[in-house]
């Protein structure tokens, strides 16, 4: 089993990358967070943490930068139903952070927002996933007034915005917001995300 990679990127595409160890070229298989990260870095040695997926017709190396997101990608690979591509694209399309939240809190917006699932796999999800992330995301999941950037957020995806853009704009102008009420981030991040558009 290979368990990291350490090298240098030769190639960077469309959801993979290339790394070059000692003159062998890994295709590895990564989400879009950790491919935005490899791009910056150019032609510098990069550590990948990664899983082989061992299949009849074919051998996939699937990469991440960091040890909580593979430890995220094995924990959904492993639900049944669920496999690779799935995870790969709830990696890439959500923080994992809000993933956590949204399984906790039994939200199947957030996760049939996300592309390839499905109410069948969101309501599969929850119910895999529920106990084993309460127990690993103690501490990390939003908890008090940020309660009310996660349903701000919610209500935007409610409304056809994907979960990160509809994040990345709530946590744009929360700040900037005098009372935090889930309507004022709401109206705030909506303004926002047309401006984004124009």
């Known amino acids: 089993m290979i368990s990291h990679l350490y090298g240098e990127i030769a190639q960077c ?3 993979f990358v290339i790394i070059d160890v000692g003159g062998v070229g890994y295709y590895v298989n990564v989400p879009q967070p ?13 550590k990948l943490h990664t899983h082989l997926n061992v299949r009849e017709d074919a051998l996939n190396l699937y990469g991440f930068m960091n040890t909580t997101q593979l430890g995220m990608f094995k924990l959904i690979i492993n639900v049944s139903g669920v496999g690779p591509q799935i ?21 199947e917006k957030v996760l049939t927002s996300i592309s390839g699932i499905g109410k069948k796999n969101a309501k599969r999800l929850i119910l895999e996933l529920k106990d084993t992330m309460k ?28 979960q990160r853009e509809a994040k990345e704009a709530v946590d744009a102008v929360s700040a900037g917001v005098k009372e935090p009420t889930i309507e004022a981030l709401i109206k705030a991040a909506l303004i926002k995300l047309k401006e984004v558009e124009e």
């Open 13 to 15: 595409g469309e959801g």
């Open 34 to 46: 950790a491919l935005q990260e490899l791009k910056e870095k150019g032609n510098a040695k990069v």
């Open 87 to 107: 995870a790969m694209k709830i990696l890439s399309d959500i923080k994992i952070e809000d993933f956590a939240s949204a399984i906790i809190n039994e939200d």
């Open 135 to 162: 127990k690993k995301m103690e501490g990390f999941v939003p908890t008090g007034t940020s309660n009310v950037s996660y349903d701000a957020v919610r209500a935007l995806v409610s409304l056809g915005f994907q």
